[in-house]
């Protein structure tokens, strides 16, 4: 099985995914989208999975600094470039398990699930 978590180094979910997989023997593969910048192609694949009222996360920094115009004029062709440009606007961690986009967030009860 081939596990990989999106997300930045220093975000507190992140690391709490990260932990989890580890403390569960779970191997993985972290991708720092600042590091490691992701294609709109990519965007796109995974807005085809959700939509992008789901993979934003709307109380982040990122997005309280968007003018209001960006936000209300928000769709999936916007969301791809906004992220694009702004990576820190996804919801974090992004899980995907066999090249399969399955969960976003982080929390104990879901992964332990996901992982069951």
Known sequence: MSTQIFGISNCDKVKAARLWLEKNNISFEFIDIRKN????EQWKSWLAHWDCNNLLNKRSTS?????DEQKTSLDNNNAVLL??????LM???????????????FKDSEY???FN
């Open 112 to 114: 332990a699930q996901l």
């Open 63 to 67: 997005w309280r600094n968007l003018s």
């Open 91 to 105: 919801k974090r961690p992004l899980l995907m398990v066999n090249d399969k986009p399955v969960h976003l967030g």
């Open 37 to 40: 910048p992701i294609t709109p």
């Open 83 to 88: 992220l694009t440009q702004q990576p820190t």
